[in-house]
Every structure is written in C-alpha cells, then in structure tokens.
C-alpha cells in the first residue's frame, strides 16, 4: 500500500460525512485522487435534482485527499464550485483532480466532476494551506 493509500485511510476511516455520502475510493496517489458516489434519494433538493452540497462535498473530500497524500497535513483555505448541469437521482459521479500548483505551503487544485455519460457536472476550485506538520502512518 503507498504512503497516500495510507494516508487516505487515515483520513476516510474517521471521517463519518464521506462514508455516509458513499464515497467509493477508485484511485489514489500524491496530488490527484479519483472518487465516486451514487445519488441517493436523501441527497435531493426541493426541485428533485441533487442538493449542491453533494457536488461540493465529493470534490472537498477530493481536494482533502489529493493534497493530503503528499504526507504534509493540508486545509482548505479557499474553495469554489460551478454547477454546470443538474445531478439526478441514481447518477453515478466522478472527480478528475488537476494539481494546479504546489509549493512547499500552497497547493491549488482544479476538480471536474463527472456523471455516468462522461458529463461535466461541475467545476470545483480549491486552494490549501500545507501546514508543514508531516502525517504519522
């Protein structure tokens, strides 16, 4: 198992928002994770589609991972999201991590997540602060 496998079950196992949303974790190494869930019926909004917070939290989790891997402990310090088409019930959604830039205290990264048509449902940027602290595994 690499250093980011393991640092990534450090982090998902004690995270109860991220198993309770499904996250299936297809692959993983420093600076770029691939993620998945499936749409449940609680995740809806109102208006039937998927609340935004779904979007937001699949790529956050990426984000929090991706930057993590490294084994320098990394947090959020900006983050955005476009919704750019409507996520339904039983959609099956991806993240594709780009690794903007990295320094030895910032990491930018862009994540694009997509439906099971290979649709870009959404467009997250997220910036993080690398506290130095290297992660004990």
Do not use: C
Not at 65 to 88: L, M, R, W
Not at 105 to 115: A, E, L, Q, R, V
Not at 122 to 133: E, P, S
């Amino acid at each position: 198992m690499s250093k980011a496998s393991k640092i990534i079950d450090k982090m998902f196992l004690n995270d109860p928002f991220s198993l309770w949303l499904g996250i299936k974790r297809i692959e993983e190494k420093e600076g770029a994770v691939v993620l998945e869930l499936t749409v449940r019926e609680e995740m809806l909004n109102g208006f039937g589609i998927a609340h935004g917070g779904i979007t937001y939290s699949l790529a956050d989790s990426a984000l929090a991972f991706s930057a993590n891997g490294y084994g320098i402990q990394s947090v959020s310090i900006e983050t955005s999201i476009s919704h750019t088409k409507p996520v339904k019930l039983g959609d099956v959604l991806r993240t594709k991590v780009t690794e903007e830039s990295l320094t030895s205290k910032i990491g930018i990264y862009t994540i694009h997540i997509y439906n099971q048509e290979n649709i870009n449902v959404a467009l997250f940027k997220g910036i993080v602060f690398r506290t130095g602290k290297e992660w004990e595994v």
